[in-house]
């Protein structure tokens, strides 16, 4: 099949989800994953009012560009972004030009179950600010973090520990060694005015795990940690 026809198929056989996420409030999600749908190394997803195209694989040639964002806008008309990542350091190597630029680097907002998150398709970093195939664990924390003292570690920009926060959590603490990622997960917190409830330590998250322990601290020499409070007042999830 060709690709636009094996898009095309796609996007009809998600009519439905397409309709249960407008009415739950959820405008990020994956439209199209080609290592399951024949185009291997190419992804496709929405991220607000904008379709993220990603290739991991294989550059695609300027017709395969312009079909796909044909099939896309016919779909809905949003702003087509693509990015380019394989390289063997899967960084994005093409340059876009213009309103797609523009775009690409300006902050946005966008939405998964009525919470908030901050989102940039091209930045000092290599992956857009929201994992969509995390979905699903985020709902899962979200429904089971009531009351609770959650630790979200390797947080990134913190996804996981925002959907706790809005489950109900007492206490989360987000724990990463990118300040950049962690900055990102305080605009989220902001976003969902959940700054009281979470917490964002900037570490290696192994250390950090033996001093939440209790246990002496080793690896980097010149790394200072916060004091952390011990594993036990924590309920992992």
């Known amino acids: 099949m060709s690709i636009q026809a094996v898009l095309t198929d796609a996007l009809a056989k998600r009519a439905a989800f397409f309709e249960h996420a407008k009415q739950h409030n959820t ?6 994953h080609g290592t399951v749908e024949g185009e291997n ?5 929405r ?30 008309d949003f702003h087509i972004v693509y990015n380019d990542r394989s390289g ?34 091209r930045h000092e970093g290599q992956d857009p600010l929201l994992f969509l195939d995390m979905r699903i664990g985020r709902e899962y924390v979200c429904d089971n973090s009531k009351d609770k003292t959650v630790l979200n570690l390797f947080s990134y920009t913190c996804g996981i520990g925002i959907a706790a926060a ?11 060694f990118s300040s950049f990622a962690l900055a990102a ?10 700054t009281d409830v979470c917490e964002f330590v ?13 246990l002496p601290v080793g690896g980097r020499r010149n790394q ?8 036990r007042s924590c309920n992992l999830i």
């Not at 904008?50 to 809905?76: G, M, N, P, R």
Request: net charge neutral; with cysteine; aromatic share 8%.
């Open 27 to 32: 405008d990020c999600y994956r439209v199209f």
């Open 41 to 45: 190394g190419l992804n496709i997803d």
């Open 47 to 76: 991220y607000g009012d904008a379709w993220l195209i990603q290739t991991f694989h294989q550059t695609l040639t300027e017709q395969q560009l312009e079909t796909i964002s044909s099939v896309l806008t016919a779909h809905a």
């Open 88 to 121: 063997s350091h899967s960084r994005v190597a093409n340059v876009s030009v213009n309103e797609a630029q523009d775009y690409a680097q300006t902050e946005q907002v966008i939405r998964e179950n009525g919470i908030n998150f901050t989102s940039k398709l």
């Open 166 to 176: 809005m489950g109900g959590a007492r206490k989360v603490m987000n724990v990463d």
């Open 185 to 194: 997960g305080q605009k989220n917190a902001e976003l969902n005015k959940v």
């Open 202 to 214: 900037q570490s290696d998250a192994f250390p950090a795990l033996r001093q939440l322990a209790g």
């Open 224 to 231: 200072k940690l916060p004091k952390y409070p011990k594993l």
